[in-house]
């Protein structure tokens, strides 16, 4: 299995508060992803990184910000969390020259958010 | 611009019985196709996915799929379904040739819960 910890896994907050998630690896992996799953959107992604400091926006990612300070660490923070964003958050890591070239992504268990 | 569409949110099959999940894609580009199980509680795993080459690939558990570029479809089967296949399955694309800021970019099908009955 791939070393990716994903914490808090489990976290209920209530409107308005700020909330970070983080996300660890010890795969040494260049490329991090934050995805959020909710019913009947499967997967969609948040924010990503390609890189120490290079983050970029998905197709979801008002209301969330990102950071990459060390290769290792990937956080999520929601500044004023809203009902919204209960979901589970997924972390994701993956690089080019591990797999091939395949853009196989590799997951953590996730984290499991309720704002109230 | 990439899409996944799953046919299906649920599938019931008995155990022994054949499972198919049906995928279709849209893609611009050549794309690369992957399909991933969810066990309740827990993050997604790999089955098995389509690069270049040869169309039919093989997976883990006995899961196979094959890639139909004319029917932009990628569907995935399984001849003898076992109770230990009850899971969420993830059908999703992306493009074959990735830059540095689209790699790994996944999108994901909205996924189908397969139920096995005795």
């Known amino acids: 299995d791939a070393g990716i910890t994903q914490s808090p896994r489990h976290k209920v907050t209530e409107t308005g508060t700020p909330v970070t998630l983080r996300c660890h690896q010890t795969?040494?992996?260049?490329?991090m992803y934050w995805y959020r799953q909710d019913p009947g959107h499967g997967l969609r992604l948040i924010h990503y990184?390609?890189?120490?400091?290079?983050?970029d926006k998905g197709e979801v990612s008002d209301g969330y910000s990102v950071s990459r300070s060390k290769t290792e660490d990937f956080l999520l923070t929601l500044e004023s969390a809203t009902s919204s964003q209960t979901s589970v958050y997924f972390c994701?890591?993956?690089?080019?020259?591990?797999?091939?070239?395949?853009?196989?992504?590799?997951f953590g268990e996730g984290s499991r958010l309720t704002v109230l | 611009a990439q899409s996944v569409t799953q046919l299906g949110s649920h599938v019931s099959v008995s155990e022994g019985a054949l499972v198919l999940l049906r995928c279709n894609y849209s893609?611009?580009?050549?794309?690369?196709l992957f399909w991933y199980v969810q066990y309740p509680n827990q993050g997604l795993q790999l089955l098995l996915k389509?690069?270049?080459?040869?169309?039919l690939v093989k997976g883990i558990n006995g899961f196979e799929a094959e890639f139909k570029k004319s029917e932009t479809s990628f569907h995935l089967t399984k001849p003898s379904a076992h109770m230990s296949d009850a899971a969420e399955y993830f059908c999703?694309?992306?493009?074959?040739?990735?830059?540095?800021?689209?790699?790994?970019?996944?999108?994901f099908g909205a996924g189908t819960q397969v139920v096995v009955t005795p």
């Open positions: 990184s390609y890189g120490v400091k290079d983050t």
């Open positions: 999703a694309v992306t493009r074959r040739e990735g830059t540095t800021d689209s790699w790994g970019k996944l999108q």
């Open positions: 389509y690069t270049t080459g040869a169309t």
């Open positions: 893609s611009s580009v050549p794309p690369y």
């Open positions: 795969e040494n992996h260049r490329y």
């Open positions: 994701a890591i993956s690089d080019p020259s591990g797999q091939g070239n395949t853009g196989e992504l590799f």
